[in-house]
């Protein structure tokens, strides 16, 4: 359950984030205070609650997490 809804809201987030107009000059610098890099991949470390072993599972929604966390929260 917990894995979907943070599929579901990394997707939503890069969605946001691609398709917005005022990406550089107003959504990246609030995305490095809010440091919401490190928050995404804090989900891919293990110990963290999201699954039984820790971490998130799941290999497309790995890819998906590290995507956004590199990628747009850059």
Known sequence: MYVSLVHRLTAAL???LRLSPHYESQIQPLLEV???RQTLKGKLAKGDGWTA???????DIRKLV???ATKLCA
């Open 14 to 16: 890069a969605f946001f």
């Open 34 to 36: 809010l440091q919401s």
């Open 53 to 59: 072993d820790g971490g998130i599972s799941k290999k």
């Open 66 to 68: 590290e995507e956004v």
